[in-house]
């Protein structure tokens, strides 16, 4: 599997990516974020774990619009390990029921020529 921690010293480095497998099966680049500085920009979606559980995936619109998400985020943010961040794709709703059923994808596995 590819790691799913949340290595503190990440913060806003964009050359790191995790990979993760949405409900659908579709692979995700994310970016982790270090958990003790985030703070969320408007035009990034996040997902939010314990682990490899997904515990909230949206956006500063959820969080506005929103009471019952921006409650599941706070407490999200109480127990979870690890913070990513993806660019918000046009299909945004679709991209977040997609990613609350996600899991780390598997490495690759390299085959011999």
């Not at 956006?59 to 127990?79: G, H, N």
Request: proline fraction near 5%.
């Amino acid at each position: 599997m590819m790691p799913s921690g949340n290595t503190h010293g990440l913060g806003g480095d964009r050359t790191n990516v995790v990979h993760w497998q949405g409900h659908s099966g579709r692979d995700y680049g994310l970016q982790p974020r270090a958990i003790d500085k985030f703070a969320m920009e408007e035009a990034e979606l996040y997902l939010i774990a314990k682990g490899s559980h997904v515990l909230w995936v949206g956006s500063t619109q959820d969080l506005v619009a929103d009471p019952m998400s921006r409650s599941r985020f706070r407490l999200a943010l109480d127990c979870a390990t690890n913070v990513f961040s993806l660019a918000a794709p046009e299909d945004r709703l679709a991209t977040i029921w997609d990613l609350e059923q996600a899991a780390p994808a598997a490495a690759p596995v390299a085959q011999a020529a």
